[in-house]
């Protein structure tokens, strides 16, 4: 399935909670966050976390320890590596860092099924504090999307990987996300693309209000289980199509009509099939 590019979120995708929650909730710093968190950005409380985590004695290995123990539906593992093993190019767009999820993929043993990972930069600074960057610098480079938050915008990753992608032939893209900063991600998706987003999360409300603004078909999914019932059925339906796309251009370009031997054959101009944009689910 060269064809094909999956791009997953990470929190409350392929685990089943927030890494940030996640890791503040059990290293008891949640009453510290919630009183900040009115006070500056989201992305800029993590790494101020990460340094209280530093400043009350927490290690590294107590963060790996913790984020070891995140949570996750058991068929999440075997869809990605069944995407992985039918050749399709797996990749992760998230507002988490890379540590958390590096962490996370190395234990469970999946991290080299990913070409790619787009979250915000992480590093052990000389004092061994975990600092957390932005994806984009907001203050000197805003990206000046209303729709995400200040450090990412996933819509501008979709875009970017789309672009990367021109030069390898016809691409279908699958992405799967659960929140409101993967609606932006959602408008970018082209006609043949598929949007997989969880049900009653605040991705599905976003997309039933505004269905009308997205090009790709919706699929959408509720737990680890019908994830990979629906993203295995979806890989098999692009596969199908790309096959009969191929074979339908190899016959338009060996058919052609003879007019006269003074002219050029004409070449009989193919027919393309267009996907309609629906709304439903594999069961």
Not at 43 to 65: F, P, Q, V, Y
Not at 236 to 249: A, G, S, T, V
């Amino acid at each position: 399935m060269a064809g094909i590019v999956v791009v997953f979120d990470f929190d409350k995708t392929i685990i089943e909670i927030d890494s940030d929650n996640w890791v503040v909730d059990e290293l008891g710093i949640t009453d510290l966050f919630d009183k900040l968190l009115p006070t500056m950005p989201w992305n800029s409380l993590m790494d101020r976390m990460m340094k209280e985590l530093h400043a009350r004695g927490k290690t590294k290995e107590e963060i790996k320890e913790v984020l070891r123990r995140a949570p996750i539906h058991e068929r999440i593992i075997p869809a990605i590596k069944k995407a992985h093993a039918l050749g399709c190019d797996l990749r992760i767009v998230s507002d988490a860092n890379v540590f958390f999820i590096e962490t996370i993929l190395n234990h469970l043993g999946i991290k080299d099924c990913f070409s790619e990972i787009n979250t915000n930069p992480s590093y052990f600074d000389e004092e061994g504090s975990l600092r957390i960057s932005p994806y984009i610098d907001f203050h000197s480079s805003p990206h000046g999307c209303s729709l995400c938050p200040p450090n990412m915008c996933k819509g501008m990753i979709i875009e970017r990987i789309q672009a990367s992608l021109t030069n390898e032939g016809r691409k279908r893209m699958i992405y799967l996300g659960d929140g409101s900063g993967d609606f932006c991600s959602s408008l970018k998706l082209k006609e043949g693309d598929f949007m997989m987003p969880r049900k009653n999360f605040p991705i599905w409300d976003l997309i039933c209000e505004n269905r009308a603004l997205l090009r790709a078909e919706i699929h959408e999914w509720t737990d680890g289980e019908e994830l990979e019932h629906v993203l295995l059925k979806l890989i098999d339906k692009i596969d199908i199509e790309l096959i009969e796309e191929k074979k339908n251009n190899s016959n338009n370009s060996e058919s052609s009509v003879q007019v006269d031997f003074k002219f050029a054959t004409i070449p009989l101009a193919p027919n393309p099939q267009r996907s309609s944009l629906v709304c439903n689910s594999y069961s």
